[in-house]
């Protein structure tokens, strides 16, 4: 597992953080992305139960993704004023694949993702790619 951390700079006026995870698709991921994103929600300012859920969403987008996909995936927190996103994208080279799966989820894994997430988070989706969003806003400050 690689992890790197970035600052995006515009203007010279911070704009958002990163933090970019390199894993293996495996049940076992969970855990680092769990670490990593919960602790961002934390410094974002999320009540407790807003990390709790957030948690529990970023469990939901790996058994997801081991559903479909096999190598390596990124996995990328943004950190803004006011929200938190995770993109989680396959970075398996297949140009060398002869036979690539298809990209993305089928469509039972996809309604039990989001019956799974629709309470926990801000927004979610699944682009046509099959990359992976999560969002969480926060609402409460404590």
């Not at 995006?8 to 049940?27: C, K, N």
């Not at 948690?55 to 939901?60: H, P």
């Not at 390596?72 to 002869?98: F, H, K, N």
């Amino acid at each position: 597992m690689r992890l790197f951390i970035s600052n995006e700079f515009y203007a010279g006026v911070m704009s958002e953080d990163r933090v970019r995870l390199t894993i293996d698709a495996v049940a076992d991921a969970g855990r680092p992305t769990r670490v990593a994103g919960s602790g961002l929600a934390f410094r974002l300012g999320l009540s407790y139960q807003q990390v709790e859920d957030f948690r529990v969403a970023i469990d939901q987008v790996v058994e997801l993704a081991t559903t479909y996909l096999d190598g390596p995936i990124q996995v990328t927190y943004a950190l803004m004023d006011e929200s938190l996103t995770l993109t989680l994208a396959d970075i398996t080279d297949r140009s060398e694949i002869s036979d690539p799966p298809a990209p993305g989820p089928g469509v039972k894994e996809l309604e039990n993702f989001s019956k799974a997430v629709a309470g926990l988070v801000s927004n979610h989706s699944v682009d046509a790619e099959g990359q992976i969003h999560l969002e969480v806003v926060r609402t409460e400050r404590d």
